[in-house]
Nanobody, 120 residues
Framework: QVQLVESGGGLVQAGGSLRLSCAASGSIFSIDTMGWYRQAPGQQRELVADVTSGGSTDYVDSVKGRFTISRDNAKNTVYLQMNSLKPEDTAVYYC??????????????WGQGTQVTVSS
């Protein structure tokens, strides 16, 4: 079994910064892509950013230049540095990871979510 545990959410004023962390633990052989998604009330969950095991990153247009995703492969941890936050960034942020528990078994896992609230 694999668990993803997030931390770092909270309440911040517009223009402020937050850093989210997500640590994966359990029966991990390796981790492919890790990412962050978010879901605002009444909206669908959307991909915010992801990073491959090789370090290639991708971002949704609305956060480009403001958010930075990174990962520490030795710690099985992914980070999301969020700067210049806007009220429209308010959402529950979910960590996601594609984890191999063996060379042949690959599965998608989710964290429990962490609330980010940006006040105007």
């Amino acid at each position: 079994q694999v668990q993803l545990v997030e931390s770092g959410g909270g309440l911040v004023q517009a223009g402020g910064s937050l850093r989210l962390s997500c640590a994966a633990s359990g029966s991990i052989f390796s981790i492919d892509t890790m990412g962050w998604y978010r879901q605002a009330p009444g909206q669908q969950r959307e991909l915010v950013a992801d990073v491959t095991s090789g370090g290639s990153t991708d971002y949704v247009d609305s956060v480009k230049g403001r958010f930075t995703i990174s990962r520490d492969n030795a710690k099985n941890t992914v980070y999301l540095q969020m700067n210049s936050l806007k009220p429209e960034d308010t959402a529950v942020y979910y960590c996601q990871a594609i984890v191999r528990t063996s060379i042949m078994v690959r599965k998608n896992y989710w964290g429990q979510g962490t609330q980010v609230t940006v006040s105007s």
